[in-house]
């Protein structure tokens, strides 16, 4: 197992950049540079294209790309070659790219400031199906899976209550809202002050921010 030969593939939309993974990659042994692709909709047409047993088991593809980014390619490789193994590398940390990376079936998420060992390491925990990430981009990672429970958190609001508050956030007066839901105007001062309490705010503006903060408010 150890002498196994992995056969792999460079995503990049910078030539350079393609040139100099494939220069470094190829001086090991154990891997084998098989294609190049500038972009994701370049990628998937050469898988495509590509007899079952020259298709790469491994990729190591840019995040930020004009087009499909890596994310999105990710997500289209992996529903076509569940098998495949995809590292993406970044110069971003972004929280939120963190976890969308990893949402979308990358084993890792590596930044083009790594050690080439580094790199090294990675690829072959790839392999394995073993996640090999920095502490920044763990630490980006919990972050990004924070905010994402954050989001999801309803703060224990009832149903009409989470009603009150999108109308709220619409900018409705009490009058609008008691009118739309078919309530009183007594009822709805009462949700709007469990509002205020379970929500920890002091006023109907904050209550607003918060609603679209937390992504409640469909803007079109």
Known sequence: MD????KLMIIDDHDMVRAGLKTYLMLEPKFDVVMEAGSGEEALRLLEAADEADR???????L??????????????LARY?????VLLTSFLEDEKVLAAVE?????????TVSADELIYALNGAIKGMPVM???????LT????QRTAQNTDEGLTEREKEVLLLIAEGRSNKEIAEELHISIKTVKTHVSNLLMKCELEDRTQLAVYA???GWVKTS
Do not use: C, F
Not at 82 to 86: E, G, H, L
Not at 104 to 112: D, M
Not at 134 to 140: G, I, T, Y
């Open 134 to 140: 920095s502490s920044d981009v763990s630490q980006a």
């Open 56 to 62: 790469p088991d491994l990729i190591l593809m840019d």
């Open 82 to 86: 569940p098998n495949m193994k995809i």
């Open 104 to 112: 979308a079936g990358a084993v890792s998420y590596v930044l083009k």
């Open 143 to 146: 972050r990004g899976l924070r």
């Open 212 to 214: 679209h903060r937390k």
């Open 64 to 77: 930020m790309m004009p087009g499909m980014d890596g994310v999105q390619t990710t997500q289209e490789v």
């Open 3 to 6: 002498d196994k030969t992995w």
